[in-house]
């Protein structure tokens, strides 16, 4: 039984949101941010506020709807019935609600509890793949008795709104890419090892510890991340894309 618990103790759980910077190796003390994005847009800032209200106001329509959800159902002409005001005549239509079959109610309810929760799923997906801020560093040591990686190699630190300050997402550079995006003062960062991508938001933003506008802000991107030379030619190339999409 030792034994077990023992082997029990060494093995290693998935771990489960943010992780530290420090637990991967990297810090970021006195390193200027690549991207800063100043204010969030107004959903991002009450993004808790809007899953409680809909959450509140999803577990309403289930209660309702499980609970109350009625149909009208008309009595038999011989039934016996007591007594009651405003049923003098006899065209009139006598009966009473009764609640709705319960494969109705059940799917409806399960229907309401589904769309309400996929749509807080969705507010707080979001909301994690929004860029605060964005670093580039070089690539940590490996660990003892490894090789150690190249200085040249470089990470890139996302800290969307979900990340305290000693918290990111950390990646290799040259496993992302920035892309074009529909919002023109936005653009994309995609990931070729993950799915989904992050969203730059160049309105309002810094980069490299200035504000600029967002096409120089764009042009400022490309060259951080693919040098100069390169960062022009993909900017050129992005420029070319967006305006045919449009």
């Keep these: 039984m030792s034994t077990l618990f023992a082997r029990l103790k060494t093995v290693r759980l998935p771990h489960v949101g943010p992780r530290s910077l420090k637990s991967q190796g990297i810090s970021i003390e006195n390193v200027r941010p690549v991207y800063d994005c100043g204010k969030l847009a107004w959903w991002a800032r009450w993004t808790y506020f809007l899953v409680i209200a809909d959450l509140v106001v999803t577990a309403s329509a289930c209660e309702l709807t499980f609970n109350h959800?009625?149909?009208?159902?008309?009595?038999?002409?011989?039934?016996?019935?007591?007594?009651?005001?405003?049923?003098?005549?006899?065209?009139?239509?006598?009966?009473?609600?009764?609640?709705?079959?319960?494969?109705?109610r059940g799917l409806f309810t399960l229907a309401n509890f589904a769309g309400g929760v996929g749509l807080a799923a969705v507010l707080l997906g979001g909301r994690s793949r929004i860029v605060r801020r964005m670093f580039i560093v070089p690539a940590a040591a490996s660990a003892a008795g490894a090789a150690s990686k190249s200085a040249s190699e470089r990470v890139l630190v996302i800290q969307s709104p979900l990340h305290t300050k000693g918290q990111g997402a950390v990646m290799p550079l040259n496993r992302t890419r920035l892309l074009h995006s529909p919002n023109k003062t936005e653009?994309?960062?995609?990931?070729?090892?993950?799915?989904?991508?992050?969203?730059?938001?160049?309105?309002?933003?810094?980069?490299?510890?200035?504000?600029?506008?967002?096409?120089?802000?764009?042009?400022?991107?490309?060259?951080?991340?693919?040098?100069?030379?390169?960062?022009?030619?993909?900017?050129?190339?992005?420029?070319?894309?967006?305006?045919?999409?449009?």
């Design 69 to 104: 959800w009625t149909t009208w159902e008309e009595l038999p002409k011989d039934a016996s019935l007591p007594p009651t005001e405003g049923l003098n005549e006899p065209s009139e239509r006598v009966g009473h609600y009764v609640p709705r079959p319960l494969w109705q």
């Design 187 to 246: 653009m994309m960062i995609g990931l070729k090892d993950r799915r989904g991508h992050y969203a730059l938001e160049l309105q309002g933003a810094q980069v490299d510890g200035q504000k600029m506008s967002p096409w120089d802000a764009r042009k400022a991107l490309f060259n951080v991340w693919y040098g100069e030379k390169k960062g022009m030619q993909m900017f050129l190339k992005s420029v070319k894309v967006k305006d045919e999409a449009f």
